[in-house]
């Protein structure tokens, strides 16, 4: 089956229900969407023409964050690499259910898929690693068009910081969710925690405070920790956005067929702060601010007494 008519059919499974006797059961299966479309289009930034001669890429943020924290590091460093570079803003900042967030995942996937007519590369912060395997795992119609699964400091199984954010009983729906003995990373991750066929990178660092090792690691996935490459190197949770050797793993899984390899970068690597183009103060600022904005915009998705229900979709029969 051709990208096109993929694309069309995983659609039509989407907007209507009775797509004929040739559509298969697993576009079938997907979950409706539930925001409306312009507001799933709005919350996809492209660059404005697409070069079809250019490898597409997805940046899908962290909790805490919105979009504009890629344009102080991916998006420069790969669109002068020779790669599409789109966004995904999250509702509340990432606060809010993880479910509904991934729907606006979902969307995207299938709107550049379309846009480009060729397969997504995905390049996932912190929770937003989890949104990306929610998306695969429950939309099965996205896994072909998706050439790499890039996580980088994904916090696939929990975070404990959510612990803390939680401790008065009270805390952001994300948070509950983030929590590693949470409902949603159980589900998550049963059975297969790599689903699809596509290759899965999980960048990760054994210094990293947020995503704490060994939440990172992803059954069935190429996982490398930056210290695995430069022994003793100190990579915090935010920095993981301009790490030198963070940046070379992901551009040898987005150059290679594949997953990341370690065995392939080059160990001179070692020696530099961030990735080539980024000035190290300019982006020790830039962590600052994201830490500031992921502070203040906690209360935005209300605060729960409880996580939320896991969707119909993700409930086993009893």
């Known amino acids: ?42 919350a996809l930034s492209c660059p404005p023409t697409a070069d079809l001669t250019r ?3 997805l940046l899908i943020h962290g909790t805490g964050a919105d979009a504009s924290i890629w344009q102080l590091n991916y998006v420069p460093l790969l669109s002068s690499r020779g790669f599409d570079v789109c966004t995904v803003t999250l509702p509340f900042h990432s606060w809010g259910d993880i479910q509904s967030a991934t729907e606006y995942v979902v969307h995207a996937i299938r709107v550049m898929a379309a846009r480009y007519d060729r397969k997504v590369a995905l390049i996932g912060h912190s929770q937003g690693a989890a949104e990306m395997v929610w998306a695969i795992k429950w939309w099965p119609d996205i896994g072909p068009m998706i050439s790499d699964y890039i996580a980088l400091a994904g916090a696939n199984h929990g975070a404990p910081i959510a612990e803390q954010v939680c401790i008065l009983g009270i805390c952001p729906p994300a948070a ?35 995503a704490v090792a060994p939440t990172s690691v992803i059954a069935g996935a190429s996982n490398i920790a930056v210290q695995q490459l430069c022994p003793g190197r100190e990579v915090g ?32 690597v070692c020696a530099e702060d961030r990735a080539p183009g980024l000035d190290p103060q300019q982006a020790q600022l830039d962590e600052q601010v994201g830490l500031a904005l992921f502070l203040r915009t906690s209360p935005e998705a209300g605060l729960v007494a409880a996580e939320p229900p896991l969707r119909a979709y993700a409930v086993k029969p009893s």
């Open 237 to 268: 949770h935010a920095q993981m956005l301009s790490d030198a050797v963070a940046f070379a793993l992901v551009m040898d899984a987005l150059t290679h067929p594949g997953p990341a390899s370690p065995e392939r970068i080059d160990p001179a």
């Open 176 to 210: 509950w969710q983030l929590k590693p003995e949470s409902q949603f990373f159980a589900t998550m991750n049963a059975d297969d925690e790599t689903p699809g066929t596509l290759p899965y990178s999980s960048i990760y660092s054994e210094t990293d405070t947020t």
């Open 1 to 42: 089956m051709n990208m096109s008519l993929r694309i069309a059919l995983a659609l039509c499974a989407v907007l209507l229900p009775a797509c004929g006797e040739d559509t298969p059961s697993s576009l079938l299966a997907a979950p409706v969407l539930s925001p409306e479309v312009s507001e799933l289009d709005a």
């Open 55 to 57: 490898q597409p890429v």
